[in-house]
C-alpha cells in the first residue's frame, strides 16, 4: 500500500529558522530519505513553497472564484509530502516517527493513497 | 533541533505579534519590550521542564502581560510575583487567548507596530534601526555591525527614535481602509529601504549585511500573511526575493562585483526564483498595478532567461516605459537606457540620459553606466572621463574595482594600439 504523509508546521516557526538551522533539518532528513530509497520505499517527496505563494480555486460557485492564499487559514499548514511504500498503517506511522525525530515540531497527516500516477513534472 | 534551539526560533516567530498585542495593552515601547524580555526569560526556564506551551504566542502574551502589570502594581505597594509554577499553569487562560488571537485583532496589532516602526517623523535609518530592534528583535551591536556604526552610535539611534515615536503620540485604534492602506505602503518602503541597505553592502561587508536582506524579506513574507490578496506586498515579496535569489553570483572571490551579464546563473537561488515567480504571476491577476510589482515583472524577466543573451529587453523596456509613467525618475531612465541599447545600440541610450547629466552628477551608477556606453561606441577618451568621475563618486571598495576593471582594461589597449601604430 501507498501512504502519503503529509507534513504540516506553523510556518511563521518554519520561516523562522536560519539558513543554518534549515539545512541541518534538511542534513536530518536525507538520513531518513536515504534509507527508505534504498529499500525502494520512496516516491515522491514534495516541499510546497510557502502558503503565500498559494492560489485556491474554490469550486463550489460557477464559475469557480479564484483566491489568493490557501484553502484555509489555519494555524498549522501543509508544508510538504511524501508518497512511501508501507506495509500497513503501523509501518507508515514507523516511518513518520523516523521522520519526525529528524524535523521535530509541527505533524505528519497519513493518508492512505487511492490512485497513484507518477506523473512527468520534474521540480 | 536542541531545546534551546527550538526556543529561541518559537520566541522569533512569535515576537511580532507578541509585542504588538503588548503595545497595545500598555501603549509604550519600552514597556512592551521590557514585558516580552521577561515573559522570554520565563520561557527559557518553563518550556524545556513542561514542554512547549500549545501556543507559544499565546503564553508569551498573557505572561508578559501579567509580569509587566505586576511590575506596575509593585511600583504602588510591595507585591510578590507569582512563582513560576503558577505562570505555567496557563493552559486555560491560553486556550481562551489563542482563539482571540486567530481573530483579525491581531493582524492590526503587528501593522500597528511596524507603522509605528515607519513613523512619518523619524528619518529612514532610525525607521529600519528600530524595526530591526523592536520587530525582528535584533541585539543593538548586531544592527550597529549592519549598519557598520559603533554600539554606543546605535545605541542612541534607537533611544531617540523611541522618543521621538513617544511625543508624537500614537493612535491605537482600528485603522480604517484608507488609513490602513497608507499605512501599508508606508511599512512596505520600510521593508524595501532595510533590503536595499543589505542589498547595496559589497565585499567584506556583504556577509554582515546580507542577514538584512533575509530580515526584510521575513517581514514581507508576514506582511503577506496578514494582507494575502495585496497585489503591491506580493510585488515586493517578489521583487526582494528575485534580487536576492542572485547574491550568490553578484560578487567574485575578491569581493569584486559581477555584472548581471557575466554572472554564474546556476548560482542562482532556484528556490527563491521559484517563490517570486509564483507572487508576482499571482499579484497580477489581481490587474491593479504597482511600482513594486512592475519592478518585479523586470526581475522576473531576468530570472526566466536562462542565459544573458536570452533576456527580453523589448518587454523590459516596455516596463521601465511603465515604471517612468508610474513614479517618474531619472534613475529609472538610467535603467531603461541598459534595455535601449540593447535594443536600439549605445547612442540611442547616451542621448536618453544625456539630459539627467546635472541631477545625476553625483550618481556613480551614472558615470558607471555611461563610460560603458560610450565604450560599446569605441569613445575611449570619453569613456575613460566617465570613469574617472564614477571612481570619484563610488562609495564601497567593490564600486571602485569594478570601475578600475573597466579603466585597466581601457589603457592595456591604449598600450597595444600605441605598440601597433608604433
Known amino acids: 500500500m501507498l501512504y502519503a504523509i503529509l507534513c504540516y508546521h506553523d510556518e511563521g516557526f518554519v520561516g523562522s529558522w536560519s539558513r543554518e538551522e534549515d539545512a541541518a533539518v534538511m542534513e536530518k532528513l536525507k538520513v531518513v530519505h536515504g534509507k527508505l530509497a534504498e529499500a525502494g520505499r520512496l516516491g515522491p517527496v514534495a516541499r510546497l513553497l510557502p502558503t503565500t505563494a498559494a492560489t485556491t480555486l474554490r469550486k463550489d460557485s460557477e464559475p469557480p472564484v479564484v483566491i489568493d492564499g490557501p484553502f484555509a487559514e489555519t494555524k498549522e499548514q501543509l508544508l510538504g509530502f511524501y508518497v512511501v511504500e508501507c506495509d500497513g498503517l503501523d509501518c507508515a506511522l514507523e516511518v513518520a516517527r523516523d521522520l519526525g525525530r529528524a524535523n521535530p515540531g509541527g505533524a505528519y497527516e497519513i493518508r492512505p493513497i487511492g490512485l497513484f500516477m507518477p506523473g512527468t513534472a520534474q521540480p | ?422
Open chain 2, 1 to 422: 533541533m536542541t531545546d534551546l534551539a527550538w526556543i529561541e526560533t518559537a520566541i522569533t516567530a512569535a515576537r511580532p505579534q507578541a509585542i504588538g498585542a503588548l503595545l497595545r495593552y500598555f501603549r509604550d515601547l519600552d514597556t512592551a519590550e521590557e514585558a516580552f524580555q521577561n515573559a522570554c526569560l520565563r520561557a527559557l526556564n518553563a518550556w524545556p521542564q513542561n514542554g512547549p506551551p500549545r501556543d507559544p504566542t499565546a503564553w508569551l502574551i498573557m505572561v508578559g502581560r501579567n509580569v509587566a502589570i505586576d511590575d506596575l502594581r509593585r511600583g504602588t505597594k510591595q507585591q510578590p510575583l507569582p512563582d513560576d509554577a503558577v505562570i505555567s499553569d496557563l493552559d486555560d487562560a491560553e486556550d481562551a487567548l489563542a482563539e482571540r488571537l486567530d481573530g483579525s485583532h491581531y493582524r492590526d496589532d503587528i501593522l500597528r507596530l511596524l507603522f509605528i516602526c515607519c513613523h512619518p517623523e523619524l528619518p529612514p535609518t532610525q525607521q529600519i534601526a528600530l524595526a530591526l530592534r523592536i520587530v525582528s528583535g535584533l541585539t543593538v551591536p548586531q544592527i550597529a555591525r549592519a549598519f557598520l556604526v559603533t554600539d554606543a552610535a546605535m545605541e542612541q539611534r534607537i533611544t531617540r527614535a523611541k522618543a521621538k515615536v513617544a511625543r508624537a503620540g500614537v493612535p491605537f485604534e482600528t485603522p480604517g481602509a484608507v488609513e490602513r492602506a497608507e499605512r501599508l505602503g508606508a511599512v512596505a518602503a520600510m521593508i524595501y529601504l532595510l533590503f536595499n541597505e543589505g542589498y547595496s553592502a559589497a565585499g567584506e561587508t556583504a556577509g554582515v549585511r546580507a542577514p538584512l536582506c533575509e530580515e526584510a524579506i521575513r517581514l514581507a513574507r508576514l506582511l503577506l500573511r496578514l494582507f494575502p490578496s495585496e497585489p503591491e506586498i506580493m510585488g515586493l515579496t517578489a521583487l526582494m526575493l528575485l534580487q536576492h535569489a542572485r547574491a550568490p553570483a553578484r560578487f567574485d572571490s575578491g569581493g569584486t562585483i559581477v555584472l548581471l551579464e557575466d554572472q554564474d546563473r546556476s548560482l542562482w537561488n532556484g528556490t527563491m526564483i521559484a517563490e517570486g515567480l509564483a507572487l508576482i504571476d499571482k499579484a497580477m491577476r489581481h490587474r491593479c498595478t504597482g511600482a513594486y510589482q512592475i519592478q518585479a515583472a523586470i526581475g522576473a524577466l531576468h530570472a526566466r532567461a536562462p542565459r544573458y543573451e536570452d533576456t527580453d529587453w523589448a518587454q523590459i523596456d516596455l516596463l521601465y516605459g511603465s515604471l517612468e509613467i508610474l513614479q517618474p525618475s531619472p534613475v529609472i531612465t538610467l535603467n531603461r537606457a541598459v534595455a535601449v541599447a540593447k535594443l536600439r545600440g549605445p547612442e540611442a541610450a547616451l542621448a536618453m540620459i544625456a539630459p539627467f547629466e546635472a541631477r545625476l552628477g553625483s550618481y556613480f551608477h551614472y558615470f558607471g553606466a555611461k563610460g560603458a556606453l560610450l565604450l560599446q561606441q569605441g569613445r575611449c577618451d570619453e569613456a575613460r572621463t566617465a570613469f574617472d568621475r564614477a571612481i570619484a563618486l563610488a562609495r564601497t571598495p567593490a564600486e571602485v574595482s569594478h570601475i578600475r576593471m573597466h579603466l585597466d582594461r581601457l589603457m592595456r589597449e591604449a598600450d597595444a594600439a600605441g605598440r601597433a601604430s608604433a
